[in-house]
């Protein structure tokens, strides 16, 4: 209460006493209920988990917002805010790591947002934080930066485990005009969209000509809800081969997706997407059994590398569904590659050292994807049971041009080949980069110089002699060292 008042309440009523009327008054304290009528309405516009403004509270601000329009000559800035990696933190460690996730996530963004802006839980994962009074548009933008920044720290759970979640923001900034400000949270909704095909653990803020992407993109999730069920998806298998033995000795499974009205689909469009929605779990699945009922039949005894999604990779019967694709096809596990990529095991290093360490078990081997342009630790190598490393091809591109480049190679194949494991080279296009190549250690090539990737019809088709042919015309007297 301000200063020494004390809210009160006046009673008076009339009574007969002894034949006597009299009027009887009282003063009413009413410090509790007004504490309690506090709480209650505190309750209904605050989120009880975080102490954040409520979707409630934040609608009934950005009503009022709008009605009004704002101060004249001012902005107002929107900033939707999405956990990347909550889901996981649910999934793997349970509902109460997750609940401390949200928890220290809210405190970090109350810490950040201005005092004249509402800081709000919308729900789940999902947070807002809306601010009036803006001069500047920059000013959102350097809040968004602080809020990626901050929540990518490590969070230390209960039982001790240091987590990381991140988050992606999608920024809005309106003139104070009630037409504008109507707008603010589907551009802000667009922009925070945006933040995650750009893979997440950033911001966006929105700009024109968004909405026509943002339409796109759910087309394609629409479509993509059916697809499989459709039939839609297909497999090609691009061919890897050996300098030792001179031939293909496996082929990578690379999933296509063939749209009744539109055509071919590019991975790079669906498979994020797919990510997001998380329909890439029943999509892995489909690739991983197709691929080994294809190593029985069609790949004439080559083994069959298959990539894992980090999303696939974080479920917790990942293993057990690796394991029932081999039984339910009948292949031996060693005919069967998955490969992963380094932030998996970044992500969390003690349960990817133990999956790692069941696929192993089931005879399956691992190949480390992409390398070099994720964490790019090579000192972490060692600690994982991985088989095979295959070194990005931006590298294999940059080498003859960038002595950085070449560094880089050198390093993976050497620290790769002092641990036993197979040094496969991507994206291989030009004799020049196979001679480079071999006779920096890489035992596997993999590259459009020797085989582009084919539907599985074709395989049969492959001329494997000319492939022979090449190796010993772009290798010569080098061939012998590195094999």
């Not at 009413?28 to 403004?53: F, G, P, Y």
């Not at 005009?177 to 109507?182: A, G, I, M, N």
């Not at 803020?205 to 796109?216: F, I, R, S, V």
Request: net charge negative; with cysteine.
């Amino acid at each position: 209460m301000a200063g020494n008042r004390i809210p009160v309440e006046m009673r008076g009523r009339e009574v007969t006493y002894h034949g006597v009327r009299s009027r009887v008054g009282c003063i009413v304290d009413l410090r509790e209920r007004k504490d309690a009528e506090n709480r209650i309405r505190h309750l209904a516009q605050h989120d009880a988990l975080t102490s954040l403004a409520n979707r409630a509270l934040f609608n009934e601000k950005l009503a009022a917002l709008t009605r009004t329009g704002g101060p004249a000559g001012g902005k107002t800035a929107l900033l939707l805010i999405d956990l990347d990696r909550f889901k996981n933190i649910n999934d793997i460690h349970g509902h109460p790591a997750g609940d401390r996730v949200i928890q220290v996530s809210a405190k970090r963004l109350a810490e950040l947002a201005p005092e004249t802006s509402l800081p709000s839980r919308l729900g789940g994962d999902e947070f807002a934080i809306l601010m009036p009074g803006l001069a500047f548009a920059a000013q959102a933008a350097d809040l968004a930066f602080r809020i990626v920044s901050t929540l990518i720290l490590p969070i230390t759970l209960d039982d001790g485990t240091q987590v990381r979640v991140g988050a992606s923001v999608g920024v809005s900034v309106a003139e104070n005009q009630s037409s504008e400000l109507e707008r603010l949270v589907s551009r802000a909704d667009t922009a925070l969209y945006q933040a995650k095909h750009m893979g997440r653990n950033t911001y966006c803020l929105y700009e024109p000509g968004m909405d026509a992407q943002l339409e796109k993109r759910r087309e394609i999730e629409t479509d993509l809800a059916e697809a499989l069920e459709r039939g839609e998806f297909d497999l090609h298998f691009q061919p890897r081969i050996s300098i030792a033995a001179r031939r293909v000795v496996s082929y990578e499974a690379l999933v296509r997706w063939r749209h009744p009205k539109k055509g071919l689909i590019s991975p790079a469009d669906f498979i994020p997407i797919a990510e997001q929605n998380g329909k890439i779990i029943a999509i892995g699945e489909w690739i991983l059994r197709e691929a080994c009922l294809r190593v029985r039949s069609e790949l004439g005894g080559a083994r069959v590398s298959v990539n894992v999604s980090p999303v696939q990779f974080r479920q917790r019967n990942f293993v057990e569904a690796v394991e029932a694709a081999i039984v339910d096809t009948g292949i031996d596990p060693s005919m069967l590659e998955l490969e992963i990529t380094e932030g998996i095991l970044i992500d969390d290093d003690k349960r990817a050292h133990r999956i790692l360490t069941e696929l192993k078990r089931l005879g399956v081997t691992v190949a480390l994807d992409d390398f070099g342009t994720g964490y790019s630790s090579l000192g972490y190598l060692g600690r994982f049971p991985v088989d095979t490393i295959k070194i990005d091809r931006s590298f294999v591109r940059d080498m003859a041009k960038s002595d950085t480049a070449m560094a880089i190679v050198r390093a993976i194949a050497g620290l790769g080949s002092g641990l036993g494991m197979t040094i496969v080279a991507e994206g291989v296009e030009t004799m020049e980069e196979a001679r480079l190549l071999a006779h920096i250690g890489c035992r596997e090539f993999q590259g459009f110089l020797f085989g582009r990737p084919t539907p599985v019809a074709a395989i049969p088709g492959i001329d494997h002699e000319a492939i022979a042919s090449t190796l010993e015309e772009c290798l010569a007297p080098a061939l012998e060292e590195a094999a």
